[in-house]
């Protein structure tokens, strides 16, 4: 029997509220704001949110937190649709935008200055920061906190109406100025901003800032549990003001309930939005999803696969407690999850000619190859074979150190799935570089033949010359250097790996992978897990663009569960 998993801190708070009533159904959101793309520790909250809806038979809705018009763009607005959807959490036809309620969160303002509980402000932005004290010091009160009702009400359709700059006045809540808590001092509840908005065009040059409109948007969709990280904790007794002062709900035990969670963070790796602006403004990348970051789109287009993404954020589990995470840990789910799954293909990244002296010229064979020696239900291949082929330059070695039981002169190894071959010598150019290796093969030792005259303790794999396809490889390492950080201490700067990416273009390739499609992922034989990359490879036209997703590899140990 299969042992039960411990139920993470917020499945039993869930449990306990269905067994005592608080709600009877169970409905999570997750709420981006369309500013960036998505990145890995944004899946741990997609995930965790849709798994949740999952577990309770209930509901995951997918919504846009879209108020703020001045960082928003519709490109971040389909990526991040995207991610979702290739992550498997199925909103259904629940999708929203913040800014479908800006009806009802306009009102609420209406309401809460009606109620004496919210105030238009003309300070400035500095100003209003200088009053709100500081974490050992109340706050002062703001001059026109005790405006009159009608003198806010009037001043707030001005604000809404157009006649007020950017920054010349804003809507505060009306709460504790002495608060030990600095977001109850009276925080900002709406901005002026004379924004063309992507979803409500110029309808609105007023827009409600995230703590007030959060809550709002939370209620009106029903959801029973906002889930969200640990920065947010402060911020929970603002949560529950609005939503009561409102009349959506009564006490802060009932729904809408905000729960913290810790983030996902992974070690040397660059998540800032900033700085991956900066890096695909300056080229340093090709886009937000470069594989070598770890948006969700660049671990797409790099290879990852849901399942492998979905394993990962199950490993680093749900706690209250911040923790890092290694990379490592991640390329450990990539392999467990492909390593089965995909066909082994033979691609020789740094290629020189293989020439079988005693093999027929002009003829050709083709030999059965098994797609994947761990997984028979991959089925076999057939890969022609011939007097000329390509291994990889490393299998070949003159004068080679103890232990290396590749080609070197006189040694006989195994072609993979093919036969025995004896190196007699090798040809160089005037630079003294190898140009050719020679050998011959022994007939009667064709794989499956069930040959046992010998054995040999080297087997590599190679290419046909004739039918060889050539291929661009990209080999990937860290963005940035790992031994000095992420971040240069000094002036903030990334500190970024100049050898962050290596392009082969010469690598040569077994005839199959002509039939690789964007996405397609493979094991290239001894050099690690490899995927066709969606945007630069043309398979109509015959060019192929590999990236690595990881190499086969690692030092890395799953912990034991105690």
């Known amino acids: 029997m299969a042992e039960e998993r411990s139920r993470n801190f917020i499945e039993q708070m869930i449990d306990k509220d269905l067994a005592e009533g608080v709600y009877d159904h169970v409905c999570t959101r997750f709420p981006p704001e369309p500013n960036g793309y998505l990145h890995i520790g944004h899946a741990k909250s997609i995930l965790l949110n849709y798994g949740l809806a999952k577990e309770y038979g209930g509901k995951f809705n997918m919504r846009f937190d879209d108020t703020n018009p001045t960082k928003e763009k519709i490109e971040f607005v389909e990526s991040i649709k995207a991610d979702i959807e290739w992550l498997g959490a199925d909103f259904e036809d629940r999708l929203f935008f913040a800014s479908d309620y800006f009806d009802q969160m306009y009102e609420g303002a209406i309401k809460l200055i009606n109620k004496g509980k919210a105030y238009v402000s003309t300070l400035s932005a500095d100003e209003i920061k200088e009053y709100r004290g500081t974490l050992t010091e109340p706050g002062k009160n703001d001059p026109g906190r005790d405006r009159s009702v009608e003198e806010n009400l009037k ?7 157009g006649k007020v700059e950017d920054g010349a006045m804003v809507l505060r809540a009306k709460i504790d100025m002495t608060s030990p808590n600095m977001n109850m001092r009276d925080p900002v509840i709406y901005r002026v901003a004379h924004m063309t908005h992507h979803n409500t065009g110029d309808k609105w040059c007023i827009y409600p800032m995230y703590d007030y409109a959060h809550p709002i948007e939370d209620a009106v969709e029903g959801i029973t549990n906002s889930i969200c990280t ?3 904790e402060d911020h929970r007794p603002l949560y529950d003001w609005v939503l009561i002062e409102l009349g959506y709900k009564e006490t802060p035990e009932q729904a809408p309930k905000q729960t913290e969670f810790a983030k996902l963070y992974l070690t040397n790796v660059v998540t800032g939005k900033r700085y991956i602006k900066k890096l695909v403004e300056e080229g340093i990348v090709d886009g937000w999803d470069d594989p070598r970051l770890v948006s969700i789109a660049a671990l797409r287009r790099r290879g990852f696969t849901p399942e492998s993404i979905r394993m990962f954020v199950e490993l680093c589990g749900v706690s209250k407690a911040n923790s890092s995470t290694d990379y490592a840990m991640l390329e450990y789910c990539i392999r467990e999850d492909l390593k089965i799954k995909r066909p082994r293909m033979m691609v020789a990244l740094d290629p020189v000619k293989l020439v079988i002296d005693n093999y027929p010229e002009g003829q050709t064979e083709m030999l059965e190859v098994p797609n994947n020696l761990e997984n028979e239900e991959l089925g076999t291949r057939q890969v022609p074979f011939g007097r000329e082929l390509y291994i990889d330059r490393e299998d070949f070695m003159e004068e080679p150190p103890k232990k290396y039981f590749r080609l070197f002169p006189g040694n006989e ?8 071959v004896t190196c007699t010598g090798c040809v160089k150019d005037e630079n003294g570089k190898v140009i050719e290796v020679h050998c011959t093969y022994d007939p009667e030792t064709k794989s499956g033949s069930g040959f046992t005259g010998r054995k040999v303790k080297g087997t590599i794999h190679w290419v046909p010359a004739k039918e060889a396809v050539k291929v661009e490889c990209r080999l990937y390492e860290n963005i940035v250097d790992e031994e000095k ?4 201490k000094e002036d903030g700067s990334l500190n970024l790996n100049p050898n962050s990416l290596t392009v082969l273009t010469e690598c040569m390739a077994e005839p199959e992978l002509l039939k690789a499609k964007p996405y397609d992922s493979f094991q290239f034989v001894r050099q690690g897990f490899f995927c066709l990359d969606c945007k630069d490879s043309k398979p109509e036209e015959g ?6 997703i990881v190499s086969l590899k690692s030092s890395f140990v799953l912990p034991k569960s105690e």
Do not use: H, I
């Not at 195994?414 to 025995?420: E, G, N, T």
């Open 155 to 161: 001043l707030f359709e001005e604000m809404k109406s």
């Open 230 to 232: 640990l920065e947010f």
């Open 413 to 420: 190894v195994r072609l993979m799935s093919a036969y025995f």
């Open 485 to 488: 950080g992420v971040y240069n």
């Open 543 to 548: 060019k192929l663009v590999f990236n690595r």
